[in-house]
């Protein structure tokens, strides 16, 4: 599974982004996807996953009822819509999959994308 993660960017704090997570390759119902993110010097960190056939989702509480994930199973497609941003929320986006089931825990995802930067202005 290769994965492409796009749509960062920069935004003044309030606005919204879409983060989206394109996978190539056979993906499998049993497969789960998460989003983690990375500031420079800081190890990354847990930001909100789903099961890859929809369902139950996960959030870190510092994203809870800002962020939402989603996935489109006929595009092979996984979204974080993320909605007022803060200053904090500054980072570079990585979105993973791992082969059985979700983990908020990123030792726990077989594969990655490459990141997208997201840069929120005070």
């Known amino acids: 599974v290769q994965l492409q993660a796009s749509g960062g960017g920069l935004v003044q704090a309030g606005g919204s982004l879409r983060l989206s997570c394109a996978a190539s390759?056979?993906?499998?119902?049993?497969?789960?996807v998460g989003w983690f993110r990375q500031v420079a010097g800081k190890e990354r960190e847990f930001v909100a996953a789903?099961?890859?056939?929809?369902?139950?989702?996960y959030y870190a509480d510092s994203v809870k009822g800002r962020f939402t994930i989603s996935g489109d199973n006929a595009k092979n497609m996984v979204y974080l819509q993320m909605n007022s941003l803060k200053p904090e929320d500054t980072a570079v986006y990585y979105c993973?999959?791992?082969?059985?089931?979700?983990?908020?825990?990123?030792?726990?995802?077989?594969?990655w994308g490459q990141g997208t930067e997201v840069t929120v202005s005070s």
């Open positions: 993973a999959v791992r082969r059985f089931g979700t983990s908020t825990i990123q030792s726990m995802y077989d594969y």
């Open positions: 789903v099961a890859w056939s929809g369902g139950r989702t």
């Open positions: 390759g056979r993906t499998f119902s049993s497969y789960g």
